[in-house]
């Protein structure tokens, strides 16, 4: 009898034990999650002011077109499913950043694109964060942070249900204010290396001489988020370099004469 009472909070506390792992969330939610992000950033023109679709036009094909580029590699795995067709160009040339959402809603500043030297540069960092995205950094961050449960209604919500606004609109704070850590860097960084590497459009070590140029830059740039918590600049392009030769990845540069064209397309 003792034991029949306790039984249902023994299920609870048992399904808690369980459900503390992100693996068990399905990766559709990550796409809601997402589209949640997403649409935040969409609807806050103040912090995020973008640049129109409809008004260029040439900008977004050029971009997509790089992204195409990075997911010709066979390492990619979520494709089919992640959202890696909608991107959003943000408007703030001080910021030379990129950042990819669950699920794959990539945003990428005018400040990236500027500043890179090359399309495969460019073409790194992004390879970075949708690294991050196939990697699912952030919904294991969260799971930990707020909890499976919180991570399926805001999902259900985004999606559509008429509950769980309130979470969602917490779990899309969390996600837009998430740091990620050390490892999680290290590991976005690798993966990058292997898209551009299998890949084979762009250098495989265009993301250290990414970094290599932010560090000559200085203070002229505002660091991004994605190196400002790294005070280890200079492994990540030792790292970089040391897997490109590891793998046997070609590290020339090849041409891409649009590039010029996507750089002059932006504002
Ligand atoms: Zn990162």
Known sequence: MQIKRFLPLLAVVISLAFSSCYKTIPKSKDVQLGALTSNKIHSNPKQYPLLKKSEHPVAY????????????????????IFAYDSITIIQDDDMVNAFCTPGGYIFVYTGLIKMAQNEDQLAAVI???????????SVKKLTRGVG??????????????SFGVFIAVEVGNKILGLGLGRDQEN????KSVIYLGTGDQYSAVALADFFEELTKAGKNVRIPPMLSTHPDTENRIYRVRKWAKKFGYRTEYGEHPEFTLLQNSIP
């Open 61 to 80: 094909k050029q971009i997509q077109r790089v992204v195409d580029n990075i997911l010709k590699s066979p390492d990619i795995k979520e494709e089919d």
């Open 127 to 137: 390879g970075h964060e949708i690294a991050h995205a196939e990697l699912r950094h």
């Open 148 to 161: 499976r449960q919180a991570i399926i209604i805001a999902g259900a919500a985004a999606a559509g249900a």
């Open 187 to 190: 590991n976005a960084d690798k």
